[in-house]
């Protein structure tokens, strides 16, 4: 199936419609609008998604106070890849203590819509969902201490008002895994 | 130790980046123990087919006589990418060098494959 143009700094986000892992469904846009929206694509089974987990959860709770809001998307194809079931998802919720909700896209068509490449893929978007920044978490997934260092700052220069000065850095992970 | 040399393999597959930097570490952990970096069978794993044919778990997978650097621990054979964990704890998409030092001067004291 023909994928979406990449979604890149400046575009609007497509919009969303997926359900969390305990069935709730979330949309973007959504009631409310955040002044900031942090949407990443990530799995249950590639190890970049996994070594930059817990950085970018820390994020998600630091910006909880501001009212940033926070998505995780696994789109992976869950029948060639168990370990990205819905109940593998729904697992790693429970048991990890996620500070965001983890949105299941079974058909995969959220990460068409979006152009999704890699697990992690980062986009931070605005108050108006433009995206601000798009690409890897920070410049290193081997090193904790980077600390999501690429996302903060461009949630800094967002809610502070100003142009966000890294805007987009290459995506570093595993395929996003097609049917 | 024998001068028989241990047979090392370095299987990958596209979807994982991290199988040449594998390469790199390994080449240079072999350097390391004097065995010649270029003597690496590299081979592309493309198929599922591939996978179960190879025992192949995900990628990078490396093998030193036949012994897992860091021995699979029940996962299915696939088209993936390998979660390894280092001694210090951290996730890594490539092993931790000590083991990859250790498998490599394990092997080459008990003798090539």
């Known amino acids: ?179 | 130790m024998t001068d028989e040399a241990p047979k090392v393999e370095l299987l990958w597959w596209e979807g994982c980046p991290s199988w040449e930097r594998a390469l790199a570490v390994l080449s240079e952990e072999m350097s390391a123990v004097g065995l010649d970096p270029a003597s690496v069978e590299v081979r592309e794993v493309r198929t599922d087919q591939d996978a179960g044919r190879e025992g192949f778990v995900g990628s990078p997978t490396i093998r030193v006589s036949g012994r897992d650097v860091q021995p699979p621990d029940g996962e299915p054979a696939g088209l993936t990418c390998r979660v390894y964990r280092l001694r210090d704890g951290r996730i890594s998409p490539l092993p931790d060098r000590a083991d990859l030092r250790d498998t490599l001067a394990n092997a080459i004291e008990g003798g090539g494959q």
């Open chain 1, 1 to 179: 199936m023909a994928q979406a143009t990449a979604t890149k700094v400046g575009d609007s986000a497509p919009p969303l419609e997926l359900p969390d892992t305990e069935g709730q469904t979330h949309t973007l846009p959504a009631p409310g609008e955040a002044p900031a929206t942090v949407v990443v694509w990530t799995c249950n089974h590639c190890p970049y998604a996994l070594a930059w987990h817990d950085r970018l959860a820390q994020v998600a709770r630091d910006y909880a106070p501001r009212e940033v809001r926070f998505l995780a998307v696994n789109s992976n194809d869950a029948e060639r890849y168990p370990r990205d079931s819905l109940e593998a998802m729904r697992e790693r919720v429970r048991e990890e203590e996620w500070p965001l909700p983890y949105l299941h896209d079974e058909s995969q068509q959220a990460a068409r819509d979006w152009a999704a490449q890699v697990t992690p893929h980062v986009y931070v978007l605005d108050g108006d969902l433009r995206v601000r920044y798009e690409g890897a978490p920070d410049g290193d997934h081997m090193d904790p201490a980077q600390n999501a260092s690429w996302v903060r700052e461009a949630l800094d220069d967002l809610l502070g008002g100003r142009e966000v000065s890294r805007a987009e850095s290459q995506p570093v992970g595993c395929s996003i895994k097609w049917r």
